[in-house]
């Protein structure tokens, strides 16, 4: 089982800060950074219940400004993006909020089918 450790947000958070300062930044570069991030916190989650509702704010806070990251780049470019779908899915099913958890699960199909073609 995975546990995720508070040097893993660090490390995600450095190399955010890193690619944030490169001239030519990438949005799939730092979509996939935020998404990792997010992805730690809802791990960490699991394990630190008693702060539950902040987990799932920062979570959902990550994944939302990965997908708007990836949302400005060309359809091609866009390789992140079913991740993130299934972890804000995730997020969603874990407090029960099974119909947003649909719509993301949904998105996630819709974007596959839109891969294949």
């Known amino acids: 089982m995975y546990v995720a450790r508070p040097q893993g947000v660090k490390s995600y958070k450095d190399a955010l800060d890193h690619q944030i300062r490169l001239q030519f930044s990438n949005n799939n570069k730092l979509a996939l950074i935020y998404n990792n991030i997010g ?45 993130i779908y299934c972890n804000v899915r995730q997020v969603y099913y874990e407090q029960q909020n099974y119909d947003t958890a649909v719509k993301f699960y949904d998105r996630n199909i819709v974007l596959k089918l839109h891969m294949m073609l």
């Open 39 to 83: 992805y730690v916190y809802l791990q960490q989650e699991h394990f630190e219940e008693s702060l539950g509702t902040i987990y799932i704010y920062i979570v959902i806070e990550n994944l939302n400004e990965a997908e708007h990251l990836l949302l400005r780049e060309l359809k091609s470019n866009r390789q992140h993006l079913r991740s």
